[in-house]
């Protein structure tokens, strides 16, 4: 057949009418649009009876009250609950995404063993039972070489009766070496037994202060507890209470306040006693709650004359005039101390500076003013049975040699753990227990972490999550995380009250893990009567239901336990190392021109507790891109370095050395960098990790002399084009 | 149950379009938020907020900011003046639902499947993922970047499909989502007040999930049509001058484009209500505010 032109421009034609007219084109179309939305794969949330249920968030110290929506038995939805006492209905981004952590993949679904080599990631399942008589035989065998202070164990927190039990189960055992996360616990022990000579906590009456000078503390950064800190704000706002920012770096906290007070890092302890000095000299000092008052002014105001401290500072005359001012003629003036999220310790000098300062408003255990609280105490237990061999060990002095010297009064010192382990000194720690930190990623010079942790034969971690640290373990013991389970929550952060709040199983265990204090409370029964007659509970629950005896009623109730008229622990603040040396930042000003702070943000967790994929979600692209970290530095600076917006480069510093990208940012000191902290993970899964540097390669402790305790607030770093 | 008083729509709706006092027997509502940015921290928990009340997925990598889904995004704002004087304000934008005039939303105009609609019972911008077909016309024309195109199905890693709720759909790829106001909350609410014999949704039974959220107490939201909702009271939207609200210290994204949007801004900083459209050098906030046509 012979195809000419005409017929085939006619089949053509003729073909393109017939098919347009034929259903085919859009049944087709039809077809394709429904095939590409109805992916088999695309979950249908079933649906069922919705109901809320009260518990309380411990993912970080602020303690707030949380109602979680429940369809059926799948929790759906984590809400702030209304009319609780610290968060009226608030809830922070981290609280928000409490169900990817539930349900999150980097939970550890079952207690393992370690089959391949350390860090390798080869895991054997086994039966609780196993795990618990492995754990039992292997401290037995320890404990029967009359080695018992030879073992370690770290806690996230240290309130609670589940860091009781373990605490309980060192000392039934024959361990000292009990460590807890640094925290602001820490700070205010410290301090309590520094310069008010008791035991308790700080407590500061924000809500009623009327003006309020932060040394850095991210007041809109996760400082104390979070949700009543942005509430606290948002009432200073509708009352024009005026709120001061010192800091070198132009954080939320210091963009939300009625002034940002740019300061040379490191130095805020002058500032403070500078305004001390002036207060004194322009006789706006309230003496009354300072002993030792007359002995030390006149020092005071000689050695902080204003033009001294302007120049340590670089805060102009000026500034620090109108301070003094403001703070001395406000009724009720508050400092706050603890930069960031506070968890940091910071130096005895600095908090006694902030101390001293509170102390000349006259305005101490009063409204609007800081608190000495005491304690909570409502765990108590009879005292541990001790045999022979736990006495002997318990004799032992501390690994870190917390309580002794300058460190007296201050219970464990966990960034001395890793120098100690590394240099065999006093004696090797043969077994670790890790419950709720993970101090691979959260110490400072996380290398020398890791290092140390690779020299410890045997441990043992009970996270829930595949975190760094549980990625060195040999065993794993899984928590249930805190919506499966019961506990009671302590929070302190600051607050002028007392708060118990109680975290309630909301949905039961998704996986096969154990609550922690079972785990204790079961393997102490399998080693022997010296270890488990300190535990005399049936189970975890009796023991909590038994601790918190009639409280437990109204915690059930209500989600938590409040009291409004606490007991003040002290009166007068002795002012102490006023004259301590000055922490300084490691290194040396030629090698390493600039400083590098590490800062917080309330959008990334830089606790125990990973970032989860929507928190990720919400940081900005100028601080991660990609895997690549940023820091944030002056555009002077940058010009001066040759560095343009998001450079590739080099930072050095004394401790490591990483790869970042490079943000200009004019809120930023010049010759300053910053860098936030919490990033950088190597375990968890791709949602979280490899993103970033973690800050704390780059950082190693610096001990403040006269506490012992870490006070490194910055390092000396370079950054060179790469 | 009285009739409660409305504010008479704008004159140019009046004529234009059929926005009038009542639709179906029932008042008009006009669903919008006062966001006050004094008071935002830029802490992110209305973004988390309504990810997770929205079933909105996530990536593992976030960080192009393009193909990051955020139904309301919180951006951060800078005054632009060297060290130390500079200074930083947050401005969170979830879909300003815009009602134009008389309903003719930007996006509503363009959309040929008719997959986004104004609701003329709440003011309310709505999607039907089923019956967006990606052509995102919707978004070229939306000023405010409020919309996102789905490039990837969504994948929720082993076992946390199981937070899901069941009140809002999950899309799939190829598909434009969006803020909006929560609006299966609303039909709770609705249906709550039904059974409750109410004529209208109470104030408290219709929140968004980021306004419930704020920590700070930064976001107010309700109907800016009824004069007992706390968001009119703030507002004060004058029905006279295209809803510009008479308070001095609200504004609207881009007012000027006659976008007539139900989400104002609060601030007593002059440079972060000029940052709030594009103003030349000798025009002044809150003198010009005539729509250009």
Known sequence: MKVDRRSFLSFVIGGAAGTTLSPLPWKLMDDSSIWSQMW??????????????????????????????????????????????????????????????????????????RVGERGEGKWERISWQEAMTLLSEKLGEIRDKGEAHTVAAISGTGYGTVTELLKRFMTAYGSPNFFRSPSMQDTDEFALNAIFRSKGRLGYDLENADYILSFGSGILDGWGSPVRMFRANSLWKDNQVPVIQVEPRLSNSAGKASKWVAINPGTEADLALGIAALLISQKMANKGNISGFRAWKNELVQAYKPETVAETTGVPVETISELAQGFGTAKRPIALYGKGKGVGTGSLREIAAVTVLNALSGNLNKEGGLWAVSQPDFINWPNVNTDQIADAGLNQSRIDGAGDGPTAGIESVLTRLPQKVLEDGPYPIQALLVAGANPC??????????????????????????????????????????????????????????????????????????????????????????????????????CLKETLGNKWDSMIENGYWENGDVDTAAKKVRPAALDAPVVQAQGDVNSFPLLLVPYDTIRISSGYVGDTPFMVKTVSDTTIKGKDGFVEINPQTAAANGLTEGTLATLATPVGEASVRVHLFEGIKPGVIAMARGLGHTAYDGYLADKGVNVNELIGPVEDPSSGLDAAWGIRAKLDKA | MKEQQHEVPTKEAQHKAPVEGKEHGRPVMRYGMAIDLDKCTGCGACMVACMSENNVPFKEDESDKLKSITWIRVYKLTNG???????????????????????????????????????????????????????????????????????????WPDGMEKYLSPDVSARVRGVVEKCSFCYHRYQLAKNKAYLNGLHRVPEEDYQTACTQACP??????????????????????????????????????????????????????????????????????????????
Not at chain 1, 479 to 484: A, G, I, K, T, W
Request: include cysteine; aromatic fraction near 8%; glycine fraction near 8%.
């Open chain 1, 441 to 542: 990623h959260e110490l400072p010079d996380t290398k020398s972490v890791k290092q140390a942790l690779g020299k410890i034969p045997f441990i043992v971690s009970f996270s829930s999550f595949h975190d760094e640290t549980a990625d060195q373990a040999d065993l794993l013991m899984p928590d249930h995380v805190y919506l499966e389970k019961f506990e009671d929550v302590t929070v302190g952060a600051g607050l002028v009250k007392e708060v118990i709040g109680l975290c309630r199983p909301v949905v039961s265990a998704q996986f096969n893990t154990k609550h922690l204090g079972e785990t204790l409370i079961a393997t102490a029964n399998m080693m022997g009567d010296a270890i488990a007659g300190a535990f005399p509970w049936e189970n975890y629950e009796s």
């Open chain 2, 216 to 293: 700070s107490g930064a976001i107010v939201f309700g109907d800016l049509n009824n004069p007992e909702h706390k968001v009119h009271q703030i507002v004060q939207p004058d029905p006279h001058n295209g809803n510009k609200s008479k308070n001095p210290k609200a504004f609207r994204l881009l007012e000027r484009l006659g976008t007539n949007t139900k989400v104002y801004y609060l601030s007593d900083r002059e440079w972060v209500r000029r940052l709030g459209d594009n103003y030349l050098a000798h025009e002044e906030t809150g003198k010009v505010a005539k729509a250009h046509h």
């Open chain 1, 40 to 113: 088999p794969w695309k979950p249908v949330p079933p649906a069922g009876e919705v109901v809320y249920e009260d518990s309380t968030c411990p993912l970080c110290p602020g303690g707030c009250g949380i109602t979680v929506r429940k369809v059926e038995n799948r929790a759906v939805k984590i809400e702030g609950k209304a009319g609780h006492p610290i968060n009226n209905g608030g809830i922070c981004l981290l609280g928000l995404s409490g169900l990817q952590l539930l349900y999150g993949p980097t939970r550890i679904k079952s207690p393992m063993k």
């Open chain 2, 81 to 155: 003046k060297p060290y130390p004087d500079t200074e930083i304000c947050y401005l969170p934008r979830p879909c300003q639902h815009c009602e134009g005039h008389g309903g003719h939303s930007p996006c509503v105009s363009v959309c040929p499947a008719t997959a986004t609609d104004y609701s003329r019972e709440t003011g309310i911008v709505s999607q039907i993922y089923t019956r967006c077909f990606g052509c995102r016309y919707c978004m070229a024309a939306c000023p405010y970047h409020a919309r996102y195109f789905n490039w990837y199905d969504p994948v």
